[in-house]
């Protein structure tokens, strides 16, 4: 009997196509918008996620100075700058630090031949490609007599690399950083861009006494960051806390007093920004759903229209032994078939918008399965609600008054 239910159901709709399109359309578009906005934000979400990691795992950086935000934006306070001696002072006497990386940099261009880039060089040292899990492509380390002597010589990114070499290996060639000679030792593997948006390949590595003796000019003192690796496992909040303690003893600040220096967790930025990504598609899911909303009061104009032109045939029915039941059956079998229907439009709509999307984003196309069958399950759920007061309308027809009716 209830398939018979879902054939008669199935040729009513036939008969009102266009009617029952138009119908549908709101439970349509109601299912895609819920399932591309999930979609696009699980995908913005593992991009997020992927790009803040690529500075590294089990890691802190560390900045001098503080943002301060007004009505013309963030700006950064100046402040006194790191040192070799604050650098080891962490190494040392933090227990959860593994590995300190001290960076200072600056904009310069990189000649090699008649070609030239305008780069950003770093000056810092092997512990940097530890602590951003940052591996070799081709070439070496610097060694320790580099290190220690501020040796002429330079690690470069991926973007350098094809801007200034192409697809020659560059290992053993010497390039000039404006006009220091600089000899290429390695090319780091490619990396792609960061959470910031910023080409994470486009930059050159030098000695960081190198750095600081020849591009700087401050022989000590040029530490313009340091990014601190952490034990694997250990509870990067207290490692953040001893960092702050020991950086306010060693900068002799008060209690009370504001530090001037910044301690930034990349976790807690992955945590913040996915936590407000997942906000943002929950807002727009549910402004989506009222669209599911809308559609069902359409099924229910649609069923009490349906009710009014088959007045008589209801009449028949109920005059030749078909039960109250039966009758109330068939109109909500009607109106759940119709919002599924328009369910499974809906979610043929997403899915595919949702890719389109995901393509021109450039983001991972992650359907969710859990909230498609949700979506489903909804639709026929608003079918049920919607349909029942036109089904029940037609159940308790008078028969004789029915089959009065023109």
């Known amino acids: 009997m209830q398939w018979n239910a879902i054939t008669l159901a199935l040729a009513a709709i036939r008969r009102n196509l266009m009617r029952s399109s138009l119908t549908v359309l709101g439970i349509v578009i109601g299912v895609a918008a819920v399932i591309v906005m999930v979609t696009l934000g699980n995908g913005a979400t ?207 600040i008060q209690p009370g007093n504001d530090d001037d220096f910044m301690v930034r967790d990349p976790q807690e930025l992955i945590s913040t920004l996915t936590g407000t990504t997942k906000l943002l598609t929950m807002l727009l899911g549910a402004v989506a759903a009222v669209s599911l909303l809308v559609g069902g009061i359409g099924i229910m104009n649609i069923m009490l229209v349906s009710v009014t032109e088959r007045t008589r045939e209801i009449g028949i029915r109920l005059a030749i032994g078909a039960f109250e039941q039966d009758v109330m059956t068939q109109f909500l079998v009607e109106a759940v078939v119709l919002s599924s229907l328009g369910g499974l439009m809906g979610v043929t709509v997403g899915m595919a918008a949702s890719y389109i999307g995901a393509q021109a984003l450039e983001v991972a196309f992650l359907p969710d399965v859990k909230i498609i069958v949700v979506s489903c399950v909804f639709s026929a759920f608003v079918g049920i609600l919607f349909g029942f007061f036109p089904a029940r309308k037609a159940a308790q027809l008078d028969p004789i008054e029915a089959l009065r009716h023109e």
């Open 46 to 252: 593992a991009r997020v996620t992927s790009e803040i990691s690529s500075l590294g795992t089990n890691i802190l950086m560390v900045m001098p100075g503080q943002e301060r935000f007004g009505m013309g934006g963030g700006t950064r306070e100046q402040a006194r700058l790191f040192d070799a001696s604050d650098m080891e002072a962490l190494r040392d006497e933090v227990p959860g630090v593994s590995m300190v990386a001290p960076t200072a940099s600056k904009s310069m261009q990189v000649i090699y031949g008649n070609t030239n880039w305008s780069t950003s060089v770093y000056g810092t040292n092997n512990e940097y490609m530890k602590v951003r899990n940052w591996p070799i492509a081709s070439g070496r380390d610097f060694s320790d007599a580099e290190l220690a002597a501020g040796g002429a010589v330079c690690i470069i990114g991926a973007t350098v690399r094809k801007e200034l070499f192409g697809d020659q290996d560059p290992v053993g060639s010497n390039v000039r950083l404006q006009s220091i000679s600089c000899q290429v030792i390695a090319v780091l593997q490619t990396k792609g861009q960061s959470g910031m948006g910023m080409d994470q390949d486009d930059l050159v590595l030098t000695p960081l006494r190198m750095f600081q003796r020849r591009i700087s000019g401050n022989r000590d003192r040029y530490i313009s960051g340091l990014l601190v690796g952490t034990h694997a496992g250990s509870d990067s909040s207290k490692v953040r806390a001893d960092v702050e303690l020991l950086l306010r003893q060693r900068r002799k």
